[in-house]
């Protein structure tokens, strides 16, 4: 099968083609089982007519040339001929406008194919991505696949079930399902050709892009009436993928270092050098600090040495605070004293525009077999070692949350909002430019970090995103990955030569791809620290069913609104649950999902509803609504709340609870209270406590932890 694809696409490149015709994408269609209609090629009016005759009437006659592309732009394709005459016609009428519309194309017939239709018409397609390489795309085809863009993707190769998902992921997934009573399209045979079109060009990564448009989906099956296949003009660069071992080999010498070097240390307050070197001796640092500085002696009590050569015992982490025009040198040193890590805090590499200064630094780490974090970053964190690497303030509050930026102002933001909310963390790492060390990485030790729970990433792009789902898909399994992607929105379409290529120049790329990898993505910074603070607090739910016990119906329309909007299934509450819920509520409340307590209700019914809710087996999780009265207080609801849970946790009904309050001022505390008691709740918002409910059930979907 790949034998005879190669040689129609080495074929092609010795011709100096990069795109294939119809009759070669059919070879390659036939050789992978991606159906295609009864075609043949005409050189004369006469063959086209037997073609026709053989093939059945009605046909599509369409102009096979390596040089036009836009076929139907150049008067090339004609459609529904039903008599010999009509073929006879057509055929002198196609080769007359192909002429015409380019008088030096290289013509090599006119295709007689059958003509297809019926059904839906969808679009199958793969791309080469920049980021993540080879990625099948799914979606409506036809005239309406630019305007609509309703288009998923995935990485190829895929499996049958991924490729199913991708049925299920366009926002016409009702139409192919049969909406309105039509008959649906036939879901194993798209899911089998998309399946196919992803073993193509895993199997040749010379391809560039597949453009099956349109594939006519019915009952009976799918067929690709299209083909367009594109080659590309270079060879893919693979990126250079460490293995895993040697990856942990240096990230546990990293975040664990025996001996820390500052290049740059400085007795003067206000450089970064001196900032550095404070906040490793002041923040607790037990391991070794050597400072490098030429011009001293001793620095902040501390011998000094003049270069990295002279420092007498082995350096796990060099320190990076002088400027840019010096790096090179000095990294040379570090890495002929056998550092593992060169933390680069200086600007004025790619970032500016100076790439070759930055190219240096990798090709020298490389050579010595250094990991280097950055350049241009803030530093890095690790609280279990007491490890402030960095000139920002020190953090010392431990907990289980690594976060990661690429960005150094949104580094300080992850600092402010960590000290505010007293969020413990076990790391926080700058990447900066990503020259060598990155999220894969940072990931693959996190993944094996017993001191860390949950990683929160900000990002701007990917360096290997093939290499980050791999790491991802890995960590997922036993702990949440949140990503905040920077430039969501489309920079501008990229010239493509399909309609594929043209899709696939925007978000949506990144948003079904880290989803596919079972990455919580957050819409905005604020989310991704809510969701890194709130997730590890609240216990895994082990099924889909979510109940609202809210004090006003208000507030309980609005969580049932976001409940939807986040992907959470409201629990149709059985007759007897019901009635067990209604013997707590007064008559005029309301039982079903949501249950209405109603506004004045005395604890006593908030504390019955809340145990039902945590003792039934059946319920899930908890969203609760609470409004400020004078019978039941702010802190009376959150001690009362907190109580209730910490009891039934003790027996085992370890489900997530989520409380929205409305009230006061006084609501602020009680919120606090709350979250110190393992209870996440928000104080005048019912979307911020649904919204983290929703990030924590598609993590635990994605991990495979809903058993029902």
């Not at 059945?56 to 394709?77: Q, Y």
């Not at 349109?214 to 299209?226: H, I, L, Q, R």
């Not at 895994?540 to 992907?567: F, Q």
């Not at 039934?648 to 006084?666: F, H, I, Y």
């Amino acid at each position: 099968m790949s034998n005879e694809v190669g040689e129609i696409l080495e074929k092609a490149r010795a011709e100096g083609r990069l795109a294939l015709t119809a009759p070669e994408g059919k070879r390659i269609c036939d050789a992978y089982g991606i159906a295609t209609p009864g075609e043949g090629l005409a050189t004369s009016a006469d063959e086209a007519v037997a073609l026709a005759a053989e093939i059945g009437f009605p046909v599509v006659l369409k102009i096979v040339s390596p040089d036009i592309l836009h076929k139907t732009e150049a008067g090339g394709v004609l459609v529904g001929l039903a008599t010999p005459d009509a073929v006879r016609s057509g055929y002198d009428q196609i080769m007359a406008a192909a002429h015409a519309y380019d008088p030096n194309a290289a013509i090599d017939g006119v295709q007689v194919q059958q003509m297809v239709g019926g059904g839906y018409e969808v679009i199958i397609g793969a791309v080469t991505d920049p980021t993540f390489g080879k990625v099948v795309a799914f979606g409506l085809g036809g005239v309406l696949v630019e305007v609509l863009k309703d288009v998923t993707f995935r990485l190829a190769p895929l499996s049958g079930d991924d490729a199913l998902g991708m049925l299920d992921d366009i926002r016409a997934a009702e139409v192919l399902r049969g909406a309105r009573g039509a008959e649906p399209a036939d879901r194993e045979a798209l899911a089998g050709m998309i399946e196919r079109v992803g073993a193509l060009v895993a199997d040749h990564p010379e391809i560039a892009e597949v453009d099956l448009n349109p594939v006519f989906a019915s009952a009976n099956g799918a067929v690709a009436a299209d083909v367009r296949i594109l080659l590309a003009a270079e060879p893919a660069v693979e990126p250079v993928r460490l293995s895993r071992e040697e990856i942990l080999a240096s990230m546990k010498r990293i975040f664990k270092p025996r001996a820390v070097a500052v290049i740059g240390a400085s007795a003067e307050t206000g450089k970064i050098g001196n900032s550095v070197m404070r906040n490793l001796i002041n923040g607790g640092y037990q391991g070794r600090i050597y400072p490098i500085n030429p011009k001293a002696t001793e620095i902040l009590g501390l011998p000094a040495y003049p270069n990295m050569a002279a420092v007498p015992g082995e350096v796990d982490v060099a320190v990076f605070a002088i400027p840019a025009q010096f790096v090179a040198g000095a990294l040379e040193d570090a890495g002929v004293k056998g550092v593992a890590g060169a933390i680069m805090i200086p600007s004025g590499f790619a970032e500016t525009g100076n790439v070759e200064g930055q190219q240096e630094i990798v090709e020298i780490a490389r050579r010595h077999g250094v990991r280097m974090l950055g350049p241009n970053i803030y530093g890095y964190y690790y609280t279990p070692e007491n490890l402030c690497a960095t000139f920002c303030t020190p953090y010392d509050v431990r907990g289980s949350v690594a976060l990661t930026s690429q960005s150094g102002g949104i580094g300080m933001a992850i600092l402010g909002f960590s000290r505010s909310t007293r969020m413990g963390v076990s790391a926080i790492v700058g990447v900066g430019n990503k020259a060598d060390v990155d999220e894969d990485d940072l990931l693959t030790f996190f993944e094996q970090d017993d001191n860390t729970r949950l990683v929160a990433m900000h990002l701007e792009d990917l360096k290997d995103g093939r290499g980050f789902v791999e790491a991802a898909r890995r960590m997922v399994k036993t702990k949440p990955v949140i990503v905040l992607k920077a430039g969501r929105t489309a920079m501008g379409a990229r010239a493509a030569g399909s309609h594929t290529g043209a899709l696939a120049g925007d978000d949506k790329v990144y948003d079904d791809i880290l989803r596919q990898a079972g990455v919580v993505r957050a819409p905005g910074l604020n989310e991704m620290l809510e969701y890194a603070r709130s997730l590890p607090l609240m216990p895994t739910p082990k099924g889909e069913n979510v109940v609202i016990i809210t004090g006003a119906g208000g507030s309980g329309v609005l969580l049932s609104d976001a409940c939807v909007d986040n992907g959470l299934t409201l629990m149709e509450i059985p007759p007897d649950l019901d009635e067990a819920f209604r013997a707590y509520i007064p008559p005029f409340g309301a039982a079903g999902n949501p249950i209405d307590i109603t506004g004045g209700e005395p604890p006593s019914t908030y504390e019955n509803t809340l145990r039902l809710g945590l003792t039934d087996p059946r319920i899930h999780a908890l969203v609760l609504g609470y409004w400020h009265t004078i019978v039941t207080p702010p802190m009376v609801f959150a001690e009362l709340v907190s109580k209730v849970v910490a009891e039934e946790r003790a027996k085992g009904n370890d489900k997530p609870v989520v409380a929205s309050l409305a009230g006061d001022v006084e609501v602020e505390e009680a919120c606090e209270y709350l979250f110190d008691h393992g209870v996440i709740a928000y104080p005048y918002t019912t979307e911020r406590p649904v919204a983290v409910l929703g990030a924590k059930y598609r993590w635990a979907r994605a991990a495979g932890l809903l058993s029902g």
